[in-house]
């Protein structure tokens, strides 16, 4: 057992996925000599050498267009973009390929790929490299969204995203990229796709978020804890397919919710999962569900990021608001 941060544990998940199954590939910009941007693929290429581990040329489209073909003859490819905002020019590839292939196929072919980047903000980058796009992802029929939100959460969920058949979109959140150690087993044991976790159990407020809004949401419930109210926190982890049956147990308890992360509100990720909580668990809910996002405007420069993201005073804000419906 080690103490990794986040971008250790995912060079750990992909140096293990590639020792035990030759078939498993890295491409993508600088991911060979250099380790990419954020080093999560160092020491690969000296390991497993250039046939395996592929720079290719500054298209995303290109490159991903490549993994689906190798995916689609028995490979299975790990894609790295340098940053969320170069993922758009590879839609394309995922929505009108990738995502499609099985069924185009009527399941002669699968499409065994994972396409992983860092996303989201809390780095001081530039607006193009601070987004949240998980919601472009979760409206790809075919393609799982994955977001892990800790060391050992992002070996084991990345374990999965390579050996599952089918394409999957992993986003690591920069933010706790090299925030947090923990301690990691390098066992080649996968978590469970599909699936939320329950890390914090409650009995009056569900509080759900991902990927680096988790260590606010944490905060947050050790701060209510001291006010005496009594918060469950869930990781969605997988965004799409979304483990509805975990929301709904936990309203089920608690009777409220509050929902947190990056992304714009409209038409997002929490938009869904009020969405479901207010169709199969109306007659749970003791308030109304309430969301805790960033705003419906384009990423601002670093000066104006820490009024762009959702805070920790947000959260309790809303939390609070939650509790004073009885």
């Known amino acids: 057992m080690t103490a990794m941060t ?103 072919l699968s499409c065994p790929m994972v396409v992983r980047f860092p996303y989201g903000g809390g780095v001081r980058a530039p607006e193009h490299h601070s987004e949240s796009p998980e919601a472009f992802f979760a409206h790809i029929p075919g393609v799982r969204t994955v977001i892990p939100s800790s060391p050992a959460r992002a070996y084991g969920l990345l374990l999965a995203a390579i050996r599952d058949p089918d394409p999957v979109v992993f986003l690591e959140p920069k933010r706790i990229y090299r925030a947090v150690r923990e301690e990691v087993v390098d066992d080649g044991r996968a978590l469970p796709l599909d699936r939320c976790f329950v890390l914090r159990e409650g ?14 949401a944490l905060q947050a419930s050790a701060e209510l804890a001291k006010e005496g109210v009594s918060v469950e926190v869930i990781d969605i982890a997988t965004l799409k397919p979304l483990d509805c049956a975990t929301l709904l147990d936990s309203v089920a308890k608690t009777g409220r919710c509050v929902i947190v992360h990056e992304a714009p509100p409209s038409f997002g990720p929490g938009a869904e999962i009020a969405a479901v909580l207010a169709s199969e668990g109306l007659f749970s809910l003791l308030a109304p569900v309430l969301r805790v996002t960033a705003f419906d405007v384009p990423t601002p420069l670093p000066r104006l990021e820490e009024l762009f993201l959702p805070a920790l005073a947000d959260v309790l ?6 509790m004073a419906h009885r």
Not at 32 to 58: I, N, S, W, Y
């Open 203 to 216: 009995r009056d407020l569900t509080l759900v978020a991902w990927g680096a809004m988790i260590p606010v």
């Open 317 to 322: 804000e809303a939390c609070r608001r939650a």
């Open 6 to 108: 986040l971008v250790e544990a995912v060079r750990t998940a992909l140096a293990r996925a590639m020792a035990e199954d030759p078939t498993v590939l890295v491409l993508g910009e600088d991911v060979g000599k250099d380790g990419g941007v954020f080093r999560a693929t160092e020491g690969l290429l000296e390991r497993f050498g250039p046939e395996r581990v592929l720079d290719t040329p500054l298209s995303e489209a290109l490159f991903v267009g490549l993994a689906v073909g190798l995916g689609a003859q028995g490979f299975k490819p790990v894609v790295e973009f340098q940053f969320d905002g170069f993922s758009y020019p590879a839609i394309d590839q995922l929505v009108n390929h990738a995502g499609r292939l099985r069924a185009r196929t009527r399941g002669r």
